[in-house]
């Protein structure tokens, strides 16, 4: 099969106050609400399983094969799911797009990016799901089969190709915004260290997503 040796960007990052809190009752935006740090883990945990899965994508045996590609259909799940969350977040943080800040619309267009490239890697994913072509093709001979899985598994490493290149553009945007919220992040010592943690964040979407599409 194709080899997926990859990790993705999971999501928008902004130093504003986040609502992520806006499913509960007379919500406000704010740092440090524990459904961010929530999220925060989660994603580490995500990017965590993809490592491992890529390195079991380099065995041989069938059983780390089907464990590689588990670790890497959750990942896509968790991945779009929080990718929509943020979108509708960015969403919920202005109501109007005309009268909308400058920032506040490069960061919609940024999530939008995200969550349509996590929607393309989850279809991707899809191709890899373990033992989908035995069910969907049942009753084929073993041969058809075979040549079934390596298209699909084709069709499966296009979507992470073209997934990349829209976390490359959602990463792009992430950049624009950065550079203009940059008179935010002197505020104090710790919006400083908060900015150059995201500029190396930001540094590792746009080169990881460039290697995974030259791979």
């Not at 991707?124 to 001979?141: N, V």
């Not at 490493?157 to 490359?168: E, N, R, Y």
């Amino acid at each position: 099969g194709v080899v997926q040796v990859a990790t993705m960007p999971p999501m928008h990052v902004a130093a504003r106050p986040r609502f992520f809190n806006m499913c509960m009752k007379n919500a406000e935006p704010r740092h440090g609400h524990f459904i961010e740090y929530a999220m925060g883990v989660t994603n580490i945990l995500v990017q965590i399983g993809f490592i491992w899965g890529s390195y079991l994508f380099l065995s041989s045996n069938d059983s780390d094969l089907m464990l590689g590609d588990t670790f890497f259909i959750i990942g896509s799940v968790i991945t779009f799911v929080f990718a929509l969350y943020a979108l509708i977040e960015s969403r919920a943080h202005w109501e109007h797009y005309q009268q909308a800040e400058r920032e506040d619309r490069i960061e919609f267009w940024e999530s939008a990016l995200f969550f349509a490239a996590g929607l393309v890697f989850l279809i991707g994913s899809l191709f890899y799901w373990p033992g989908i072509y035995d069910w969907w093709y049942e009753g084929e001979d073993e041969t058809y089969i075979h040549n079934m899985e390596e298209n699909g598994e084709g069709h499966g490493a296009g979507c992470f190709i073209a997934g990349s290149i829209l976390f490359l553009m959602a990463s792009m945007f992430n950049a624009i915004g950065l550079g203009m919220n940059k008179e935010e992040n002197e505020q104090n010592d710790n919006m400083r260290v908060v900015h150059y943690v995201h500029l190396v964040a930001l540094l590792c979407s746009q080169v990881g997503s460039a290697l995974f599409i030259a791979g």
